[in-house]
């Protein structure tokens, strides 16, 4: 009963600036539309992840090939919106990770 939509993680996509707001930190720094994300990458190549990684809300270190982490942070861009985060460096840790997350919500179904 969603509405979904595909879009980059860069100004062109989902990034519309700087944070209004500023915190006693300094990351993460980029506010994103007002919605809950599915963020695909690693901080090598997703700046939305990078940007979490540096602000401590994500272990930014690198996964071997085919490895994955699935991490959820809340309101790492927007209040109230939260991000899940598919960490891979490559498509088959992308594939892996998405299907960890079919598995457990057809587990809750």
């Known amino acids: 009963g969603r509405k979904v939509e595909t879009a ?29 994300m599915v963020l695909l990458g690693s901080a090598r190549d997703n700046v939305l992840i990078f940007d979490q990684a540096r602000g401590g809300l994500l272990d930014g270190s690198d996964r071997p090939e085919g490895g994955f982490r699935i991490a ?21 840790g992308l594939a892996k990770a998405a299907e960890a997350v079919e598995k457990a919500l057809s587990r809750t179904r």
């Open 72 to 92: 959820r942070t809340f309101s790492p861009f927007v209040g109230g919106f939260q991000a899940l985060n598919l960490v891979a460096p490559d498509a088959a």
């Open 8 to 36: 980059r993680a860069d100004p062109h996509g989902v990034v519309v600036g700087l944070q209004f707001v500023r915190p006693s930190f300094q990351y993460p720094q980029w506010q994103t539309v007002d919605a809950d």
